[in-house]
């Protein structure tokens, strides 16, 4: 684990979208349509995001009482998603139609549902529900759950891989908040947060059995963003580029944190007026725009409202070729996608 140099950069996002999430998550870039995904968990709304016209969808599944994690599909239209307690496959978002920051949402329901794993006694209790997911590189979906009271010492949550035959297996128990997942660009190591705990870990991961081993601190606590703030909050979502980088959201914390590798820090991005950032992606014809969910402002403390308006909204930051941040980067550097689900 490496702590950050003095002077390792720090960027401004701009803000995009005034959506104001009550709980913004699992952002998504789907190449095939060009659009934006998210969801805002407790309302269970999946919104969808056009960046050329602006324009905006928001899809309502009332049959859950949350919608956490989705996921593209690699070969058939829709999602996989997570709802409070199953995994299910979503028929494909309504078309950005609404130049409102909130438009109307569509009322859908679920296709199928593909597993039910968790216990159904804690989701019906409030005890548990799940959190936020992955794909690793073969297409295999990875989900994690969570403990509704954090401020417990019991930790109910597990993570799970539901494999392309429609098995699925316990991988990690004993877990707070199961968060970001992303795997290296040679398929090897993967990056995992249980945000009770304060480090981004990595392990080694065999492509062709999905196993994982070797646990290890990949990063803890980074360093204040300047002198007039403490660190504070914990590590969330994460996504990775095209050259290794890994790049998490820091809850409560206003910024992305960008680790090469080695775990040193490249660059920070603060979301100014935002106090909890969850997740980023790579997005955009070439994936060389950052974009950034995040939660609302109550979720953090009392009144910070008046002092981070804007949290619950859509942020980017351009990281391409010219830009400020793509600078810092370096040539060569690239975005990447989230890989697809192949179930």
């Known amino acids: 684990m490496t702590a950050r140099d003095s002077s390792a950069p ?69 999602f996989i998603a997570t709802f409070v307690g199953s995994l299910v496959v979503l028929p494909p978002a309504t078309p950005p139609h609404s130049a409102s920051t909130q438009p109307e949402p569509v009322v859908r329901n679920a296709e199928k549902v593909l597993s039910e794993p968790i216990d159904l006694k804690g989701v019906e209790n409030g005890k548990i529900r799940f959190n936020d997911g992955g794909v690793d590189p073969q297409g295999r979906v990875w989900f994690g759950s969570m403990g509704n009271n954090e401020d417990e010492p019991e930790m109910p949550g597990e993570l799970s891989r539901y ?60 360093p204040p963003l300047d002198d007039t703030r403490p660190s504070e909050g914990n590590f969330d979502g994460l996504c990775m580029d095209g050259v ?32 909890s950032p969850t997740i980023p992606c790579f997005g955009g014809k070439d994936l060389t725009t950052m974009y950034i969910v995040s939660a609302s402002s109550y979720r953090g403390g009392d009144g910070d409202q008046d002092k981070w308006p804007r949290s619950g909204d859509l942020f980017k930051i351009e990281c391409g070729p010219g830009s400020e941040l793509g600078k810092v980067l370096g040539e060569g550097w690239k975005g990447a996608e989230r890989h697809r689900a192949a179930i």
Not at 168 to 174: A, D, F, P, V
Not at 256 to 269: L, Q, S, W
Request: hydrophobic share 30%.
């Open 163 to 222: 494999d392309l035959d429609g098995s699925q297996t316990r991988i990690l128990s004993e877990v707070g908040v199961s968060n970001g997942l992303g795997w290296s660009p040679d398929g090897l190591t993967m990056y995992y947060v249980d945000s009770r705990k304060p480090y981004v870990w990595a392990y080694d991961f065999s492509p062709s059995t999905g196993s994982i081993s070797n646990e290890r601190e990949f990063v803890t606590t980074p």
């Open 244 to 275: 290794g980088n890994v790049w998490v959201a820091r809850w409560r914390d206003e910024r992305i944190v960008g680790y090469n590798p080695k775990g040193e820090i490249v660059a920070m991005i603060h979301t100014e007026g935002c106090k």
């Open 10 to 78: 720090v960027f401004k996002a701009e803000h995009l979208l005034a959506c104001q999430n009550d709980l913004g998550e699992g952002v998504v870039w789907d190449s095939k349509t060009q659009l934006l995904h998210w969801v805002d968990i407790p309302k269970g709304n999946l919104h969808s995001y056009d960046p050329t016209t602006r324009k905006q969808s928001i899809d309502h599944y009332p049959e859950s009482k949350s919608l956490s994690y989705i996921t593209p599909r690699s070969s058939q239209p829709g």
